[in-house]
T-cell receptor, first 110, second 117 residues
Framework: DAKTTQPNSMESNEEEPVHLPCNHS???????IHWYRQLPSQGPEYVIHGLTSNVNNRMASLAIAEDRKSSTLILHRATLRDAAVYYC???????????FGTGTRLKVLA | SAVISQKPSRDICQRGTSLTIQCQVDSQVTMMFWYRQQPGQSLTLIAT?????????ESGFVIDKFPISRPNLTFSTLTVSNMSPEDSSIYLC??????????????FGPGTRLTVL
């Protein structure tokens, strides 16, 4: 299974954009890139996913490098409620197995 | 998406006893999974709950310790047997609708926080 590498922690000021990086140099052509976040005392929450093209939804944007070996989750304006652990996960269609790395703990400063 | 509920939300148990955790989904799903999250750690997959057949366990997890049932497409249980303090963790259920050829987006329940004394 392909692995991901993320920084252990990041800080951001409230109302500023946040760029959360993820490296996945062993990604295969059929792997999707999923991002989840886990708020304190909750289960992981789906944020966004993509395959090759950049993606936007109401929560965030996902920028995928042209060679697909890295991606960046972009929160356009961080709020205190965005403080969470963010996980980048590769999934291969049909295998259904998620391997969680250590994730990035995002701290948002007021 | 899917809405998932788990019961109980938390429990405190004595060592040597067993606890059964229930996972209920609001719609039919293809796959159901059970994860463990030890204190301060990331999530680890315990097993895939298969409807009508035995669960598929990941390395390090065995059926005698974590028996799983999945009687239909919306419900599953995980039992933590003969508990010890090392079993103190959050146990999470997740599901996917597993659309063929599509991304296997999983949706997670709120978790069951288990403390073993």
């Amino acid at each position: 299974d392909a692995k991901t590498t993320q920084p252990n922690s990041m800080e951001s000021n409230e109302e500023e954009p946040v760029h959360l990086p993820c490296n996945h140099s062993t990604i295969s052509g059929t792997d999707y890139i999923h991002w989840y976040r886990q708020l304190p005392s909750q289960g992981p929450e789906y944020v966004i996913h993509g395959l090759t093209s950049n993606v936007n939804n109401r929560m965030a944007s996902l920028a995928i490098a042209e060679d697909r070996k890295s991606s960046t989750l972009i929160l356009h304006r961080a709020t205190l409620r965005d403080a969470a652990v963010y996980y980048c996960i590769l999934t291969t269609s049909g295998t259904y197995k998620y391997i969680f790395g250590t994730g990035t703990r995002l701290k948002v400063l007021a | 998406s899917a809405v998932i509920s788990q019961k109980p939300s938390r429990d405190i148990c004595q060592r040597g006893t067993s606890l059964t955790i229930q996972c209920q989904v609001d719609s039919q799903v293809t796959m159901m999974f059970w994860y463990r999250q030890q204190p301060g750690q990331s999530l680890t997959l315990i097993a895939t709950a298969n409807q009508g057949s035995e669960a598929t366990y990941e390395s390090g997890f065995v059926i005698d310790k974590f028996p799983i049932s999945r009687p239909n497409l919306t419900f599953s249980t995980l039992t933590v047997s003969n508990m010890s303090p090392e079993d103190s963790s959050i146990y999470l259920c997740s599901v996917t609708k597993g659309l063929a050829g599509g991304p296997d987006t999983q949706y997670f329940g709120p978790g069951t926080r288990l403390t073993v004394l």
